[in-house]
T-cell receptor, first 115, second 113 residues
Framework: ETGVTQTPRHLVMGMTNKKSLKCEQH?????MYWYKQSAKKPLELMFV???????ENNSVPSRFSPECPNSSHLFLHLHTLQPEDSALYLC??????????????FGPGTRLTVL | QQQVKQSPQSLIVQKGGISIINCAYE??????FPWYQQFPGKGPALLIA?????SEKKEGRFTISFNKSAKQFSLHIMDSQPGDSATYFC????????????FGTGTRLTIIP
């Protein structure tokens, strides 16, 4: 177990629905990330939080809204999604933002299907 | 524009053989190059990483070779085992950081007995 949990593991939603993805880390890390993984496409970094402050928003559409109430929890609020948003959404955490010393630990992901 | 190009898309290697996956990048500001391993139903896990001040890094059966002038780096898996069957992703970022990691498209590796 990596210590990063994500719920739900699977989600099916209509384009008019509002849903939220939850990520929790039990590793005492300060940085948390959302990634989108689509088939045959590179893993896309969406958002980065460090000490609850957003440090990176990788030109993500506003229908995705992140929330980081504390260093252990990260949410991704979804509304008015499109079918092309169907993907595996991965959460990760690390002690800090230094790549060579602060390893990112990934959760198992939430498989999202938008109908 | 894809900033990190990874090849091949899939690879089949016999048990005991050497698996080689290649990546090329364009952004000369990149200075941190990790490789991730992902098993079905799991998130990626950091396998090994290199900084451009060295040309090679070895950890057990896994080796990264780095060619700064060619802007290429590769993962070599020696004595490949069935348990190595997974998808491998290369990535790159500037400022030795995690904030702006750019990933390759992945290589599905299958080790056959």
């Amino acid at each position: 177990e990596t210590g990063v949990t994500q719920t739900p593991r699977h989600l099916v939603m209509g384009m008019t629905n509002k849903k939220s993805l939850k990520c929790e880390q039990h590793l005492g890390h300060n940085a948390m990330y959302w990634y989108k993984q689509s088939a045959k496409k590179p893993l896309e970094l969406m958002f980065v939080y460090n000490f609850k402050e957003q440090t990176e928003n990788n030109s993500v559409p506003s229908r995705f809204s992140p929330e980081c109430p504390n260093s252990s929890h990260l949410f991704l609020h979804l509304h008015t999604l499109q079918p092309e948003d169907s993907a595996l959404y991965l959460c990760a955490s690390s002690i800090g933002l230094a790549g060579d010393t602060d390893t990112q630990y990934f959760g198992p992901g939430t498989r999202l299907t938008v109908l | 524009q894809q900033q990190v190009k990874q090849s091949p898309q899939s690879l089949i290697v016999q048990k005991g053989g050497i698996s080689i996956i290649n990546c090329a990048y364009e952004n000369t500001a990149f200075d941190y190059f990790p490789w991730y391993q992902q098993f079905p139903g799991k998130g990626p896990a950091l396998l090994i990483a290199i900084r451009p001040d060295v040309s090679e890094k070895k950890e057990g059966r896994f080796t990264i070779s780095f060619n700064k002038s060619a802007k290429q780096f590769s993962l070599h898996i020696m004595d490949s085992q069935p348990g190595d069957s997974a998808t491998y992703f290369c990535a790159a970022s500037p400022n030795f950081g995690n904030e702006k990691l750019t990933f390759g498209t992945g290589t599905r590796l299958t080790i056959i007995p």
